[in-house]
């Protein structure tokens, strides 16, 4: 089993910039991708970013430019930096983490609130 722990949330004006870190403990010796999802009030849940053990990242299209993913494997983290905030990042983040790349997380943390005020 794996743990994800979320930290970083919190409430930011348009245009700002959050970053937030997960940490992972347990078995993290069998993850091989890691990244963060997102629930957004109407939608579904959606994948923000994410990234492998070797540094190749994807990202969901809305963020792709003003988000970024970074992995330190050796502390077992993943962090998102998001710059040029919209009151549309306003949502729940969960990190994630997964066995194998391109298929559905298997691990999820509690998530961190992210609101973006106009």
């Known amino acids: 089993q794996v743990q994800l722990v979320e930290s970083g949330g919190g409430l930011v004006q348009a245009g700002g910039s959050l970053t937030l870190s997960c940490a992972a403990s347990?078995?993290?010796?069998?993850?091989?991708?890691m990244g963060w999802y997102r629930q957004v009030p109407g939608k579904q849940r959606e994948l923000v970013a994410a990234?492998?053990?070797?540094?190749?990242?994807i990202y969901g299209d809305s963020v792709k430019g003003r988000f970024t993913v970074s992995r330190d494997g050796a502390k077992n983290t993943v962090t998102l930096r998001m710059n040029s905030l919209k009151p549309e990042d306003t949502g729940v983040y969960y990190c994630?983490?997964?066995?194998?790349?391109?298929?559905?997380?298997?691990?999820w943390g509690q998530g961190t609130q992210v609101t973006v005020s106009s």
């Open positions: 994630i983490a997964l066995r194998e790349w391109g298929r559905e997380p298997d691990y």
């Open positions: 990234i492998t053990a070797h540094g190749t990242a």
């Open positions: 347990g078995s993290t010796f069998s993850l091989n991708g």
